[in-house]
Nanobody, 123 residues
Framework: QVQLVESGGGLVQAGGSLRLSCAVSGRTVSSFAMGWFRQAPGKEREFVAAINWSGASTYYADSVKGRFTISRDNAKKTVYLQMNSLKPEDTAVYLC????????????????WGQGTQVTVSS
């Protein structure tokens, strides 16, 4: 079983920054990709960013490209999401997820999920 715990969310003004963390514990596969997703009230869960097992490959949603940066520290079993130039439309619950294999954007192809951390951006 794999457990994922997100942290780092909060309330920030537009233009500000936050850094989210996702700590992984339990049994993990030797080669896995991790992703960040978000879900706003009344909306479907959407892909934000993903990173492969080595950190050498990343992929971003167009809406966050150039503002968000995903990274990972395998020794700490943690993945990060640095969010800069935040906008009110970035307000959502942010969730991390893990899957064995390559980067994908579909939520249904991730095996384990965290509970999420709330990010609220005020205008």
């Amino acid at each position: 079983q794999v457990q994922l715990v997100e942290s780092g969310g909060g309330l920030v003004q537009a233009g500000g920054s936050l850094r989210l963390s996702c700590a992984v514990s339990g049994r993990t596969v030797s080669s896995f990709a991790m992703g960040w997703f978000r879900q706003a009230p009344g909306k479907e869960r959407e892909f934000v960013a993903a990173i492969n097992w080595s950190g050498a490959s990343t992929y971003y949603a167009d809406s966050v490209k150039g503002r968000f940066t995903i990274s990972r520290d395998n020794a700490k079993k943690t993945v990060y999401l640095q969010m800069n130039s935040l906008k009110p439309e970035d307000t959502a619950v942010y969730l991390c997820a893990i899957r064995g294999g390559r980067i994908v954007v579909r939520t249904t192809e991730y095996d384990y999920w965290g509970q999420g951390t709330q990010v609220t951006v005020s205008s």
